[in-house]
């Protein structure tokens, strides 16, 4: 396998720590905002209204961020696995997995991409305790493991 598994954790914490501080960024512009508009008017109502549910929406994003987060201080970067389950960077004959959180695809500065799935996505559990050599199968196709690291 030629990923740097320490490189790719730390694009992972560069990524959650980028959603954190812009959901974080909205809410105290959003705060801000009804701060800033105490008028009362019908109009104002239901702007603030308005204003509140995007408060709440990312409030919620805020802490899936911040759950994304911890679950990813779960990993040690230095840990090599010998099969696959939470850490593992598995190398298939067609793509690149990070078990870890659900960030969809990163970009690595050799050029490369790896998925960055979560125990919970449907290819995990083909995935789990599987080893170099196993083959498994996702929308009627057959993958090889090639590595685990």
């Known amino acids: ?9 730390y694009n992972c914490i560069d990524m959650i720590n980028a959603k954190i501080e812009q959901h974080q960024n909205r809410m105290d512009e959003i705060k801000q905002s009804m701060e800033n508009n105490d008028i009362k008017t019908d109009y104002d109502e239901d702007n603030k209204g308005q204003m509140l549910g995007d408060f709440e929406k990312h409030a919620g994003y805020l802490s899936e961020a911040q759950e994304q987060k911890e679950e990813l201080s779960k990993i040690d970067p230095e840990h090599k696995n010998n099969i696959i389950g939470l850490g593992s960077v598995v190398e298939t ?22 998925f960055a799935i979560s125990t919970k996505a449907p290819i995990y559990k083909e995935l789990e305790g599987k080893q170099p050599g196993d083959k498994f199968t996702i929308n009627d196709e057959e993958h090889e493991i090639k590595g685990i690291e």
């Open 1 to 9: 396998m030629k990923t740097n598994k320490k490189e790719l954790y």
């Open 93 to 114: 004959d067609r793509n690149y997995y990070f078990v870890s959180v659900p960030l969809g695809e990163i970009n690595m500065e050799d050029g490369s991409q790896i």
